[in-house]
């Protein structure tokens, strides 16, 4: 089967053809038909091109599932947070990290006597060798 498409009268020029940077219609679907045939005889870069994306879509969409809908995904993470200071913004961070379902804010601990006390970044740091 030969398909062939020729736009204009001055491509059926004969100094067109001669040029070696103009290649006709046919030419091109020849050499695309052959590219396309080469390619999936080639296993290998068939399953690179397609196979392997679609299993790592399909691997990426169990781990990461549903983080966009409400009520799945990642939730109750322990996220200690440390108060050097007071300040405006520090509490505009720590109340969207609180609405936030994925986190468990600590920001005070309860110590021997069972009395909360705010956490100290020398705390956090037993409490992360502690495990």
């Not at 004969?14 to 390619?39: G, Q, V, Y």
């Not at 993470?77 to 108060?83: C, D, S, V």
């Not at 990290?97 to 705390?123: C, H, N, Q, Y």
Request: overall charge negative; aromatic content about 10%; proline content about 5%.
């Amino acid at each position: 089967m030969r398909i062939c498409f020729f736009t204009s009268p001055a491509l059926l020029s004969a100094s067109n053809f001669n040029s070696p940077t103009t290649l006709s219609s046919c030419t091109k679907f020849s050499l695309l038909r052959k590219d396309i045939r080469l390619f999936l005889r080639n296993k290998v870069a068939f399953g690179l091109t397609f196979i392997v994306p679609i299993i790592m879509i399909y691997i990426f969409g169990q781990v990461f599932g549903g983080m966009g809908s409400s009520g799945s995904g990642p939730s109750g993470i322990p996220l200690a947070l440390i108060f050097e200071e007071e300040s405006t913004l520090a509490s505009a961070i720590t109340e969207s990290l609180e609405t936030e379902s994925a986190f468990r804010i600590i920001k005070t601990w309860a110590d021997d006597a069972g009395v909360e006390v705010p956490l100290t970044e020398a705390r956090v740091r037993e409490l992360i060798a502690d495990n």
